[in-house]
């Protein structure tokens, strides 16, 4: 084994840095044995220097992260700030001065990650970035690697373990989104502003990320289509659960049909309760890859959480100092198939429509022919009415968004509809 140690700069020491130096430290036989050289931390940029921290010595800590970086004799910067700026700087800083980088950021890998990969392969170094998508759950690297010999056609999965919290506890207590949001925030799974959970934007960060090393292009955040699930109410579990289903906030990878575009998008769906994700509960997350040869696959566990996290943090650094050791780099950025992103409109799904309409005869004749015009075709049709008002719930057989759009907006014209009370896709079936 090599005596000469590999040094660490750690950006970042919160929730997910604090454990990183935790694990190095108290793993640090292991970790060298496993890499074939000692793991030296050698500097910890954080904003608040004064702030005490368990484990670390304080000559370590600096406010200079650009400083840090900077340093020749630095061969690993782990990156967990978190945000655009000053990540996406420091990481490519380190690039040119040699060192590989580990990073959980997923805002800034859906936002920039090209230049982030463009700076690594020019200066011959690793990006590895398991942390960035669903914490603990090792994901990038089956899609990168194991999977890399074989054609995935859909990624499917529950990504954000907030949302999953607040919509399971919707779903077993009949709570309101208001009241499960609390109870999420109260126990710590939501943050004070839980806007980026519960909007979806961190999913969809997510999506675009597993879009793009699934279909081997290059998938944008603003590419990714996004509906939060603040809308979901406590009839829509109770026409789910009529349905045999129940609601998820689901991230959509999908290959189309005739293999020459891809789409991706984040939005509240039902599923069928047979499904495999209708069973992950919390705040746990879970994805399902589907691969030509492969098959399904489920990969699930927690997905967030500082030492969760951590651990895929952690897997990353054995590999990346392994890789140095070996004067190797990992898979770089794969997108040689360039398929365009295909919006909204094109992806083709179930449908799940609650209309409130009067109730009157020739109201369910007039709202078919609707969907009829627009080649959306039913599947099945639920009314129930009381006092000249009634409830028309249609579920729909597969068609493309755009349809359904066309659907509805006709459907908000008839003097007999007096309101869309709430379309939902269905999916997994
Ligand atoms: N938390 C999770 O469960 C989780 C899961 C998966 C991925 N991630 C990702 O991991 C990253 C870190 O998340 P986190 O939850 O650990 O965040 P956090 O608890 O807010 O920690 C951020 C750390 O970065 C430091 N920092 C912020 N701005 C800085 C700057 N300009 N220069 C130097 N240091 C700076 C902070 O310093 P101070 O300590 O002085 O404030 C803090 O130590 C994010 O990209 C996040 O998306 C987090």
């Not at 982030?116 to 690697?145: N, S």
């Not at 056609?153 to 207590?173: A, E, H, P, Q, Y």
């Amino acid at each position: 084994m090599r005596t000469r140690p590999l040094k660490v700069a750690l950006l970042g020491c919160g929730v997910v840095g604090s454990e990183v130096a935790r694990i190095m430290t108290t793993h640090a036989g292991d970790l060298a044995a496993r890499i074939g050289a000692p793991v030296e931390l050698a500097g910890v940029a954080v904003r608040r220097p004064a702030k005490v921290r368990e484990g670390i010595p304080q000559e370590l800590i600096t406010t200079d992260a650009k400083g840090l970086v900077s340093r020749d004799d630095i061969d690993v910067v782990v990156e967990v700030i978190g945000g655009i700026e000053p990540a996406r700087t420091l990481i490519t800083t380190a690039f040119e001065h040699g060192a590989s980088v580990v990073s959980a950021n997923k805002a800034l890998l859906a936002e920039d990650g090209a230049t982030l990969y463009a700076a690594a392969e020019k200066h011959g170094r690793d990006l590895y970035f398991e942390a960035a998508v669903a914490g603990a759950i090792p994901l990038i690297r089956p899609l990168r690697e194991s999977l890399a010999g074989d054609k995935v056609n859909r990624v499917l999965g529950i990504v954000n373990g907030t949302t999953n919290f607040i919509l399971d506890k919707m779903d077993t207590s009949g709570a309101g989104y208001s009241e499960a949001l609390d109870e999420a925030t109260a126990l710590g799974y939501a943050e004070a502003d839980p806007t980026a959970d519960v909007e979806a934007f961190d999913a969809a960060a997510k999506a675009a990320i597993l879009a793009g090393i699934a279909f081997h292009t290059r998938v944008r955040l603003d590419d990714v289509y996004r509906e939060g699930m603040t809308e979901v109410t406590a009839a829509d579990f109770a026409s789910a659960k009529q349905m045999g289903c129940t609601i998820k906030l689901l991230a959509i990878c999908e290959r189309a049909a005739d293999g020459r575009s891809v789409t991706a998008r984040v939005h509240p769906a039902m599923i069928p309760l047979s499904h495999p994700l209708a069973s992950v509960r919390e705040a746990y997350n879970a994805v399902f890859v589907e691969a030509e040869a492969a098959g399904r696959l489920m990969f699930y566990g927690p997905g967030a959480g500082g030492a969760p996290t951590a651990s895929a943090v952690l897997g990353d650094l054995v590999a990346v100092c392994r890789n140095k050791l070996a004067e190797a780099t990992g898979p770089g950025e794969s997108v040689y198939t360039q398929l365009p992103v295909s919006s909204m409109g094109e992806v083709v799904t179930r449908y799940h429509i609650s209309l409130d309409v009067a109730d009157k005869p020739g109201v369910l004749a007039q709202v078919a022919t609707v969907f009829a015009e627009h080649g959306v075709s039913i599947d099945t049709v639920r009314q129930t009415g009381k006092d000249g008002e009634a409830s028309l719930v249609v579920v729909t057989h597969r068609a493309p968004d755009a349809a359904l759009s066309g659907t509805v907006a006709a459907l908000r014209k008839l003097d007999t509809v007096r309101g869309v009370a709430s379309i939902m896709r269905v999916e997994g079936e």
